[in-house]
Structures are given as C-alpha cells and as structure tokens.
C-alpha cells in the first residue's frame, strides 16, 4: 500500500509561482507512472502533467510551457513547479501514481488571485 502526501500549495498572486511535492510513503520505482490532477468547484478533476517510467512527460494544453513535472526516485517525491500562474489554475491539486493500481493522495489547495 501506498501512500501520497502532498504539499505546497497555498495562495499565489496571477503571474507567481509554487511548487508542489509529493511524498510517497514507499518507495518510488522508475517503473511507476506519477501525475498531478486538479479539480476545480464545479468541475471534473483533469490531468495536468504525467511523467512516466522513462522520464516521458505529457502536459495538458492549458499549462504546457508554465509548469513542469519532475521526480526523485532516490527521495521517492514528485514535483510540480508551476509558474506564470492565472486565476483558473484555482483548484485542488492530486498527486496520482499507477502502479498495478491507482493511488490519490489527499489533494492540496492552489488558490490563484490578487
């Protein structure tokens, strides 16, 4: 069993910046796929960025060229840094591994705003 804790979010004015993390409570294997989803009030929760077993990213087209996924085997996390930030990147952030199964962690709060 696995679990994903994530963190790093918080409040961030248009145009600014935050990077997420997300622990894993195992071991991560390069085999694994991770991602970070969202999902904002009123909306179903989307993929943002996926990394895969050898260093693949996909992005969805709403944030390619502002944020960037990124892992660390050794210290079994996952990263998001998000730059250039807008109001309608508010939303709760999932970290998502695929390993023989899915795991979610519990979500972390990225609220975008001036």
């Known amino acids: 069993q696995v679990q994903l804790v994530e963190s790093g979010g918080g409040l961030a004015q248009p145009g600014g910046s935050l990077r997420l993390s997300c622990a894993a409570s195992?071991?991560?294997?390069?085999?694994?796929?991770m991602g970070w989803h969202r999902q904002a009030p009123g909306k179903q929760r989307e993929m943002v960025a996926r990394?895969?077993?050898?260093?693949?990213?996909n992005y969805a087209d709403s944030v390619r060229g502002r944020f960037t996924i990124s892992r660390d085997n050794a210290e079994n996390t996952v990263y998001l840094q998000m730059n250039s930030l807008k109001p309608e990147d508010t939303a709760v952030y999932y970290c998502?591994?695929?390993?023989?199964?899915?795991?979610w962690g519990q979500g972390t709060q990225v609220t975008v705003s001036s």
């Open positions: 998502r591994l695929d390993r023989r199964g899915v795991y």
């Open positions: 990394i895969t077993s050898r260093d693949n990213t």
């Open positions: 195992g071991r991560i294997f390069s085999t694994d796929v």
